[in-house]
């Protein structure tokens, strides 16, 4: 990324607090960028540690698969889930908060006894289930925010931040020119002055 600069003053103290800045928020960054790392492991094993929970829930009640056809569809259904925003590492990710469920009434006397653990394995499964969801987005969410911080960070410490030092170097070597440039051309006029007075007299 080149740099556009003068060579002047201003464009050298613009420079010097673009340059600033970016030293500036370089830590931060990096210290963003670890915290996020590590939020992406937890967020990894969370997601994985619910797919394997559901997977053996769902091979515990394996031996039910029978029964499920006697199962009135429809008689439980979720009616809302509650997502909430928490910040993780400073990224807003969801979390999983309360599941509403609608229960068609329906008469114990009647219905098969395994109705009642019908349902709350039904809970417990979509529970579980949206768990793994959740959990997944979150790893999702903060693995693309890792990403980005990680090009941020390469940006400032690659690209910007030397390039930044690179153009201060040539506007200060240039005006250390012009300076010393001025220094020997207006010797050159006073020596050729005092030249000229010495032949004058």
């Known amino acids: ?44 094993d969370a997601a994985q540690r619910h797919r394997e929970e559901l997977e053996q829930m769902l091979k515990d009640y394996d031996y039910l698969a029978a029964l499920w056809n006697e199962f009135e569809p429809g008689l439980i259904r979720i009616t809302d889930v509650e997502l909430n925003t928490v910040k993780v590492a400073g990224v807003k990710c969801p979390q999983l908060g309360e599941i509403k469920y609608e229960l068609k009434p329906f008469n114990a006397f009647v219905k098969p006894a395994w109705y009642a653990d019908g349902v709350r394995i039904l809970k417990d499964l979509t529970r579980i289930g949206l768990k793994s969801e959740v959990a997944e987005e979150r790893r999702r969410i903060l693995e693309f925010n890792r990403k980005k911080t990680t090009q ?5 410490e690659k690209v ?28 050159i006029v006073k020596t050729r002055h005092e030249a000229e007075e010495e032949e004058g007299l």
């Open 1 to 44: 990324m080149a740099i556009k600069f003068q060579y002047n003053k201003t464009s050298l103290t613009n420079l010097g607090k673009q340059l600033k800045v970016r030293q500036n928020a370089l830590p931060t960054l990096k210290n963003k960028e670890s915290a996020l790392r590590m939020s992406v492991v937890v967020a990894k």
């Open 152 to 156: 941020k960070v390469n940006l400032y």
């Open 160 to 187: 910007q931040i030397p390039g930044y030092q690179e153009a201060i170097r040539k506007i200060k070597r240039y005006m250390e020119d012009e300076e010393n440039l001025s220094k020997a051309s207006s010797k």
